[in-house]
């Protein structure tokens, strides 16, 4: 099993910066890709970057040079790195761990909402 805890989230004007973290627990070493996903009112959850066991990363075109995703050394926390933060980014965002044997983990999600 694996456990993930995001924290981070909150109230951001837009243009703004926000970090979101996500801290893994339980059988780390099975831990393949991790990813940040995000779900608004209406819409379905949608990928938004990840990063692989060997530091590659991928990014929605969305997000593309506004967000930084990173790993630390022991793969035990995954970090997004918001800038210049849009109301469309308004959304609750999940960390997502994708295990050996097909298996994914999800975190329970924390709320990020840009408004002024």
């Known amino acids: 099993q694996v456990q993930l805890v995001e924290s981070g989230g909150g109230l951001v004007q837009p243009g703004g910066s926000l970090r979101l973290s996500c801290a893994a627990s339980g059988n780390i070493g099975e831990i393949n890709t991790m990813a940040w996903y995000r779900q608004a009112p209406r819409k379905e959850r949608e990928l938004v970057a990840l990063?692989?066991?060997?530091?590659?990363?991928n990014y929605a075109d969305s997000v593309k040079g506004r967000f930084t995703i990173s790993r630390d050394n022991a793969k035990t926390t995954v970090s997004l790195q918001m800038n210049s933060v849009k109301p469309e980014d308004t959304a609750v965002y999940l960390c997502?761990?994708?295990?050996?044997?097909?298996?994914?983990?999800w975190g329970q999600g924390t709320q990020v909402t840009v408004s002024s």
């Open positions: 990063v692989t066991r060997t530091g590659n990363t």
């Open positions: 997502n761990a994708q295990r050996n044997f097909g298996r994914v983990s």
